[in-house]
């Protein structure tokens, strides 16, 4: 019986391996092949000077999505073999929150989104600074893009039991559906693949496997609650310091 669980457990993470293989593949062919092509249109003896620039600013932007996706694929890859520096030190969330709602401001603006930090209560945890930061910019961002103009974005950092902190960040947006919940953390999943590709500003449905590797690595927990049409709450609860 502990055999057939070992097996079955090697075969599940075998089964995962080439799921992420044939996923990152994938979403590297798209890219590249928008790449070709505009290169190629800007190489034509016929295209005019207008259109070559316009053919290679479209290819930069291919190749910065490129560099992306790589740039998670090697984080989720180190992850993956626990090889990852971690920096941490006690650290204040509180400047961190407000730095990211400042940002998140500006873009909520673009969007016609309302974005406010009602309750901000410092906590000092033992965390990376930097990968802190990367988790909430994984988290708030999706808050935006996913709510449509009009809407609301509001987070929140504040003590929970006395030994943890909440940073929450909740939406008035699209919502997920009950039945997409469970796989909102897995990798390359998107709620919707064809509407998050055609948009352009769509992502690669990583960001919240890595946020979700982000706070497991800090011994934390990230939760969703959400309801299609209604909105979504995210919480990255953290073990505190102080
Ligand atoms: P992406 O780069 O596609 O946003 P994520 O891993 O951050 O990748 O998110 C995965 C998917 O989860 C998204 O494509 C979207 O369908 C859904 N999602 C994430 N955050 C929200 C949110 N705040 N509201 C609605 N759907 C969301």
């Known amino acids: ?39 190629e ?22 190749i910065t999505r490129m560099a992306d996706l790589v740039d998670s694929l090697l984080t ?22 407000r730095d990211v709602t400042e940002t998140a401001t500006i873009l909520g603006e673009d969007a016609g989104l309302v974005v406010t930090l009602p309750l901000v209560e410092d906590a000092v945890v033992l965390g990376d600074a930097a990968r802190l930061r990367q988790l909430f910019l994984n988290l ?31 939406d008035t947006g699209l919502g997920i559906s009950a039945a997409d919940l469970p796989y909102v953390f897995e990798r390359f999943w998107r709620a919707d693949r064809v509407r998050s590709r055609a948009t352009e500003r769509g992502g690669f449905g990583l960001g919240l496997a890595i946020a979700q590797w982000i ?21 990255v609860l953290l073990p505190m310091l102080v």
């Open 1 to 39: 019986e502990t055999l057939n669980r070992m097996i079955a457990r090697l075969q599940a993470s075998l089964r995962a391996l080439r799921r992420f293989t044939a996923d990152a593949s994938h979403e590297l062919q798209t890219p590249l092949t928008v790449l070709r092509a505009d290169v």
């Open 41 to 62: 249109r800007a190489m034509h003896p016929t295209t005019p000077q207008a259109d070559r620039f316009v053919a290679l600013e479209e290819a930069i932007q291919e």
């Open 76 to 97: 989720l890859a180190r992850a993956d073999e626990g090889r990852f520096d971690l920096h941490r030190a006690p650290i204040h969330l509180e400047p961190i929150v």
């Open 140 to 170: 708030v961002p999706n808050a935006l893009q996913y709510t449509p103009r009009g809407g609301k974005v509001e987070m929140t950092l504040s003590h929970r039991n006395n030994n943890a902190v909440a940073f929450a960040v909740r």
């Open 215 to 235: 706070v497991q690595a800090h011994g934390g927990t990230l939760s969703v609650q959400s309801r299609l049409g209604r909105g979504s709450v995210f919480t």
